[in-house]
């Protein structure tokens, strides 16, 4: 018979309890997080991008040990969401068999609160996840969930109980996209903005949070990207900004600056690459009254200045710098992101605001020894196609294999202040979820080291 080293079988026992508590949706928890330091400014987190929709907290006195502890992990089926998190109540969203699942925890514990399921029959068309891609929103005492097949749900946040939902395919007529539905909508001014790209129109909607009914539909053409809208004070007025464009023959999408009291259009702004398969995902960065616009794709970036009646100019465009789906986070009038479609030509790019110039680029590499067959061996590791989120005067870095660092991004170039490596997985594309000194981070395929399935962790980052 063949012989099976300790390790292994403690890795194989592991990937077996996992395997059974997910089955159950059981929280496995490991210990309390530390106080809160009575200085530490905290935040909620209600939506994807956080509560200034941008990828920036304003969170403070934040541990830079890293890895930090593990306070607590709940197995997780299939997606790429992210939770959000208002007072004490998680909300996040996944796959198990055929039922999407919407979970609610104590963020500080995992303890379960309540779960709200219900059937699909979604598959990615091209293998890579059949889970769902829009992360959950709360807002006023509500939760708002996109399922990858287009289902809306508005449901209560202290009970799960349903209180209205829409079928964008029934209603519509929206085919699947590339991969499912997976913009995350925005909640503004007692409206859940959603870019529903139906064939025809409308390209986005809004529905009354109190009802789902439609308030107003914006738009005739352009398909539903990955990108979330933005809402933005431009000039002093308030704004909706939606990067669309899905799933069409020729491919096109682009930016629509809408007003959201009334769903008038101020004027749209077409870009996306040339490619069939191509995709807008990474959601538009709006700072001083300009709007910055990425795609991979051989697209490149964008910079839109909207003036002060509300049309636009092109303050420049670059084909230097082309970002997949990460959000790239503005500071002092530079850009920070991870540029490159793939792996292998992914790297980290600081951008002049002014001009769209690269002042520098980086590739992050290190090595990590890993035991293969009872032998250590040594592996260059990089962040690939990280995604950064600006915190403490400092950035955190998630790398698509599962590196967590912390990060001092300056023009004049780039500084590892710490790393440390959460789990061995790749997909780790989700953006991490800062609120209170914890911080959650999804892993989306098994970790090749230890054998542990998909989770969602929760971290402690109180210093």
């Given at each position: ?77 299939t997606?790429?969401?992210s ?12 796959r ?39 992360s ?12 990858a ?71 005739t ?33 682009g ?8 769903g008038a ?6 870009f ?32 839109v ?22 959000t ?8 920070y ?6 792996p ?17 680029r ?25 995604s950064l ?24 170039g ?10 061995a ?10 609120s209170?000194?914890l ?24 210093a």
């Amino acid at each position: 018979m063949p012989t099976i080293s300790r390790r292994a079988l403690l890795q194989a026992l592991a990937a077996q309890a996992l395997a059974a508590r997910a089955a159950t949706g059981q929280t496995v928890r490991h210990g309390a997080p530390g106080p809160l330091s009575a200085a530490a400014e905290t935040h909620d987190w209600t939506d994807f991008l956080g509560p200034s929709h941008n990828g920036v907290s304003t969170e403070t006195h934040l541990s830079r040990v890293l890895p930090p502890p593990l306070v607590w992990e709940l197995p997780k089926g299939t997606g790429y969401t992210s939770p959000a998190i208002a007072g004490d109540r998680l909300v996040f969203m996944h796959r198990l068999g055929d039922e999407e699942i919407v979970e609610c925890l104590h963020p500080e514990t995992g303890a379960a609160r309540w779960q709200f399921r219900y059937g699909t029959v979604y598959e990615d068309r091209y293998g890579y996840n059949n889970g769902p891609r829009s992360s959950p929103v709360i807002a006023a005492g509500r939760v708002y969930t996109v399922s990858a097949e287009g289902l809306i749900h508005c449901l209560a946040l202290d009970t799960g109980d349903v209180i209205w939902q829409r079928d964008l395919r029934a209603v519509y007529s929206v085919r699947q996209d590339f991969f499912g539905t997976s913009s995350t909508p925005l909640v503004e001014g007692g409206l859940l903005v959603v870019n529903v790209g139906a064939p025809g129109g409308p390209c986005v909607a809004a529905f009354d949070t109190a009802t789902g009914s439609e308030a107003w539909r914006a738009g005739t053409e352009w398909g539903p990207s990955y990108a979330s809208p933005v809402p933005a004070d431009i000039h002093g007025r308030r704004r909706v900004l939606v990067f669309a464009g899905g799933d069409s023959q020729p491919p096109t999408g682009g930016l629509l600056s809408i007003d959201p009291a009334n769903g008038a259009i101020d004027f749209r702004y077409p870009f996306r690459g040339r490619v069939y398969e191509s995709a807008n995902a990474a959601s538009p960065v709006v700072f001083d009254n300009k709007v910055f616009l990425t795609s991979s794709y051989r697209t490149g970036s964008a910079l839109v200045e909207i003036l002060p009646d509300f049309t636009h100019r092109v303050a420049w465009q670059t084909a230097d710098v082309g970002i997949h789906f990460n959000t790239a986070i503005h500071r002092d009038g530079y850009l920070y992101a991870f540029d490159g479609r793939n792996p292998g030509d992914a790297s980290l790019v600081c951008i002049d605001a002014a001009t769209g110039a690269v002042v520098w680029r980086v590739e992050p590499e290190w090595q990590e020894t890993l035991e293969r067959n009872g032998r250590a061996q040594a592996q260059l590791m990089s962040t690939y196609r990280g995604s950064l989120l600006a915190a403490d005067g400092q950035y955190l870095c998630l790398g698509e294999l599962g590196h967590l660092l912390w990060l001092d991004l300056t023009p004049e170039g780039y500084t590892e202040i710490a790393r440390g490596w959460l789990f061995a997985s790749r997909e780790s594309w989700g953006l991490p979820v800062l609120s209170r000194g914890l911080l959650y981070v999804t892993q989306n395929t098994r970790d090749l080291l230890t054998g542990a399935g998909p989770r969602l962790c929760c971290y402690d980052l109180r210093a």
